[in-house]
C-alpha cells in the first residue's frame, strides 16, 4: 500500500486519482504511524515552504519521514515534497528535513523573456539511471509549476534536469529517495509511467 502524505498542500487528490487509474493500491494520510507503516511512501506538495514545514512538525510527520528514509522505505518526493527534502530552502527560515544535503534556491533567469513561476510542460535530461526513471523516453515532456528548485550539495544526486534559461535539477534522489520537481501525476502517459515504476520499485538504487 502507497500512502500519500497529508500536510494540508495540495495536490493529494491528483496523486490519488493518478494512482486509482492505475489500480495501484494507496491511501491519503496524516497519521504518522501510517507514514512509518508503509511499503511506499508518496510525499506531494504545492505552496510556501515554511506553512508546509510548520504542519509536517505539529503533526509529526516530519519525524516520520525521517525515520521511514533512515529505515529503507521507497520515497517519491513531489515539487514541494522534491524541494524540504533538503537541508534548507530560499522561501523560509525554518530548517527543512535534511534528507538529502542541499538548499533550494528560487529560479535565477537572465532572459526577460522568461516568466517565473515556471509553469508548464517541458522536456528533461537523464544525467544517471535510476528504476524509477527507466521508462522516460527522450521526447517525454513533464508538467512543472515552481518558483523556486532543488540544489542538492553533491552533483551525484542529481538524476535529470531541464532546461529553462538555466540547468536545474529536475529529479533528484539518494538511496531510496527520488523527488521530481515536475508533477508526474499531471504528466499524462510519462508520468503514469513513473508512478507505475514507483510503485514496483523495492527502493534500492540502480
Not at 57 to 82: M, N, S, V, W
Not at 140 to 157: A, I, K, L, T
Request: hydrophobic share 40%; proline share 8%.
Amino acid at each position: 500500500m502507497i500512502v500519500i502524505v497529508d500536510y494540508s498542500a495540495g495536490n493529494l487528490t491528483s496523486v490519488k486519482r493518478a494512482l486509482d487509474y492505475l489500480a495501484i493500491p494507496c491511501t491519503i494520510s496524516s497519521d504518522p504511524h501510517k507514514v512509518l507503516t508503509a511499503e511506499n511512501i508518496i510525499f506531494p506538495g504545492v505552496g510556501h515552504a515554511g506553512s508546509a514545514l510548520r504542519v509536517l512538525r505539529e503533526r509529526g510527520l516530519d519525524a516520520a519521514l525521517k525515520e521511514a528514509f533512515g529505515k529503507g522505505t521507497p520515497i517519491l518526493g513531489i515539487c514541494l515534497g522534491a524541494q524540504i527534502i533538503l537541508s534548507s530552502s530560499e522561501e523560509t527560515d525554518l530548517p527543512c528535513l535534511d534528507l538529502i544535503a542541499g538548499t533550494c534556491p528560487r529560479l535565477a533567469l537572465s532572459d526577460p523573456e522568461l516568466k517565473i513561476p515556471h509553469m508548464g510542460w517541458d522536456s528533461i535530461i537523464l544525467r544517471k539511471p535510476h528504476p524509477v526513471l527507466r521508462g522516460i523516453a527522450p521526447d517525454d515532456e513533464f508538467y512543472f509549476v515552481h518558483s523556486f528548485h532543488p540544489r542538492p550539495r553533491s552533483e551525484g544526486d542529481i538524476l535529470a534536469v531541464c532546461d529553462y534559461g538555466i540547468a536545474f535539477p529536475a529529479a533528484i534522489g539518494r538511496g531510496n529517495l527520488i523527488a521530481t520537481q515536475f508533477h508526474p501525476e499531471k504528466s499524462g502517459a510519462a508520468g503514469l509511467r513513473l508512478l507505475t515504476d514507483f510503485a514496483k520499485w523495492d527502493g534500492a538504487p540502480c
